[in-house]
């Protein structure tokens, strides 16, 4: 059973750093990219960022790149995403996923991330 | 950037069949995905590349893809499958794109 357990959200101020978690299990997690996909509170789901099987090919949506970064470790299972500049804006449930090629099979619970002062 | 146009909401009567369309321009040329997420829950993926169902998903769950309108059909509808339901594709130039979700209300 495939299982994604995000962890490291919480309050932070406009401005400041957070760095999410992604644990996968249950997967051959070095076959598939992985990305991340936010909801902000009442709103629709939207994709954020993405990394290849490796590691070296990473896409970002317009409004978080320069800002967020996607990284992976295949030998501990877990794909971060280190956000940076944070805004409120920013305020959401970020969700760990797989990507099968162009569409998420599975998805974690997510992860509060509340920016405010 | 690419879009992806839902209607807010689309009301279906009990055992009834429910169409929720995904509008984009040539859609058609594009594999379109579908989530259905429940209050509190994380989304579940339903039917992806246009007509193909994830195992454990009903048969009563369909989809079509033509033009510039991509559509989710529930045959038999269940007071179950009460959800807000999202359209997706990926795009060359914008990534991945959601559509704005459709709440499914079984009365």
């Known amino acids: 059973e495939v299982q994604l357990v995000e962890s490291g959200g919480g309050l932070v101020q406009p401005g400041g750093s957070l760095r999410l978690s992604c644990a996968a299990s249950g997967i051959a997690f070095r076959t598939y990219w992985m990305s991340w996909v936010r909801q902000a509170p009442g709103k629709g789901l939207e994709w954020v960022a993405n990394?290849?099987?490796?590691?070296?090919?990473?896409l970002y949506m317009d409004s978080v790149r320069g800002r967020f970064t996607i990284s992976r470790d295949n030998a501990k299972n877990s794909v971060y995403l280190q956000m940076n500049s944070l805004r409120a804006e920013d305020t959401a449930v970020y969700y760990c996923?797989?990507?099968?090629?162009?569409?998420?099979?599975?998805w974690g619970q997510g992860t509060l991330v509340t920016v405010s002062s | 950037s690419y879009e992806l146009i839902q209607p807010l909401s689309v009301s279906v009567a009990l055992g009834q069949t429910a169409g929720l369309s995904c509008g984009g321009n040539n859609i058609g040329n594009k594999n379109v995905h579908w989530y259905q997420q429940k209050p509190g829950q994380a989304p579940v993926l339903v039917l992806y590349r246009d007509t193909n169902r994830p195992s454990g998903i009903p048969e009563r769950f369909s989809g079509s893809n033509s033009g510039n309108t991509a559509t989710l059909t529930i045959s038999r509808t269940q007071a179950g499958d009460e959800a807000d339901y999202y359209c997706?594709?990926?795009?060359?130039?914008?990534?991945?794109?959601f559509g704005g979700g459709t709440k499914l209300t079984v009365l």
């Open positions: 997706q594709v990926w795009d060359s130039s914008s990534g991945g794109v």
């Open positions: 990394i290849k099987e490796d590691g070296n090919e990473k």
């Open positions: 996923a797989r990507d099968s090629g162009g569409y998420v099979d599975s």
